[in-house]
């Protein structure tokens, strides 16, 4: 089975950190694309020993919010 997950990216010191928020996996490389892969593999793993339920697709947006 093929499914869609979310891949959160951020700049960390020297690497680009990628998480999975749905699973809660995480990983880093020096790209984005390097990230990424990596993010995938992990999940995959992740996924082999412990699925994840069936659930609707999720939707994803952003929001502002005023700060001091």
Known sequence: MTRTLTAILHWEGDVYVAECPE???A?????IEE???NL???????LEE????ES???LL???EVMSA
């Open 23 to 25: 699973v809660g996996t």
């Open 56 to 58: 609707s697709p999720r």
């Open 61 to 63: 947006t952003t929001f």
């Open 50 to 53: 412990f699925p994840l339920p």
């Open 27 to 31: 990983s880093q490389g020096k790209t």
């Open 40 to 46: 995938k593999e992990a999940t995959e793993l992740y």
């Open 35 to 37: 990230a990424i892969a």
